[in-house]
């Protein structure tokens, strides 16, 4: 895969992390703690599915520094490579998904971007942030396991839902057209 990294996706992966970082403090509890829905995680797959992995990466890794740090002082880091992890295994697909192309509202291609995203959050929630957590922080099997498990299964709602979405409403109005062009 030969990704560019150019003026687009430095600009793209600034407005991703600016708007994590903003939804940081949207958070619906599902009675785990430290364990929410976060609707930032369709901005992140929204980036990673149309920009690549590159940018996927940028986004999970500075919005999530960058929210922790605004919002509570401290960062989570066992929980910041899992945002990374996402928006790499989504964006890896970026070209397979023909978001800029207008292709993504095909059943097709919205079922495997959904494949995809809950093979990433499998490995980000379940094995990345469990592991990370008890490396790093010595929290216990149990309860980095089920926190782990609960994000998966957030995160695959809110991605599934609003990131498909955003990805669909967004392929069909940019229908192939990679510029702006100057009206008659």
Same mark, same amino acid.
């Given at each position: 895969?030969?990704?560019?990294?150019?003026?687009?996706?430095?600009?793209?992966?600034?407005?991703?992390?600016?708007?994590?970082?903003?939804?940081?403090?949207?958070?619906?509890?599902?009675?785990?703690?430290?364990?929410?829905?976060?609707?930032?995680?369709?901005?992140?797959?929204?980036?990673?599915?149309?920009?690549?992995?590159?940018?996927?990466?940028?986004?999970?890794?500075?919005?999530?520094?960058?929210?922790?740090?605004?919002?509570?002082?401290?960062?989570?880091?066992?929980?910041?490579?899992?945002?990374?992890?996402?928006?790499?295994?989504?964006?890896?697909?970026?070209?397979?998904?023909?978001?800029?192309?207008?292709?993504? +509202?095909? =059943?097709?291609?919205?079922?495997? /971007?959904?494949?995809?995203? !809950?093979?990433?959050?499998?490995? #980000?929630? *379940? &094995?990345?942030?469990?592991?990370?957590?008890?490396?790093?922080?010595?929290?216990?099997?149990?309860? +980095?396991? =089920?926190?782990?498990?609960?994000? /998966?299964?957030?995160?695959? !709602?809110?991605?599934?839902?609003? #990131?498909? *979405? &955003?990805?669909?409403?967004?392929?069909?109005?940019?229908?192939?057209?990679?510029?702006?062009?100057?009206?008659?």
């Amino acid at each position: 895969m030969n990704e560019r990294f150019g003026i687009p996706e430095i600009v793209s992966a600034g407005i991703g992390t600016a708007l994590f970082v903003v939804l940081t403090t949207v958070q619906i509890p599902i009675g785990i703690p430290n364990t929410y829905l976060q609707p930032r995680m369709a901005i992140l797959a929204f980036v990673a599915a149309v920009f690549g992995p590159t940018v996927g990466a940028v986004t999970g890794l500075l919005g999530h520094v960058l929210g922790d740090a605004v919002f509570y002082g401290s960062v989570s880091w066992s929980w910041v490579v899992p945002e990374a992890v996402v928006g790499i295994g989504i964006g890896i697909f970026a070209f397979r998904f023909a978001v800029m192309e207008g292709r993504f +509202v095909s =059943v097709g291609k919205i079922v495997l /971007f959904n494949l995809v995203q !809950i093979v990433a959050n499998a490995a #980000a929630w *379940i &094995l990345v942030a469990p592991i990370l957590d008890i490396i790093i922080y010595e929290e216990p099997l149990s309860k +980095v396991f =089920v926190q782990g498990l609960f994000a /998966f299964l957030g995160n695959i !709602i809110i991605i599934g839902v609003l #990131a498909t *979405i &955003l990805l669909a409403a967004y392929s069909k109005a940019v229908g192939g057209s990679q510029e702006l062009q100057k009206e008659d």
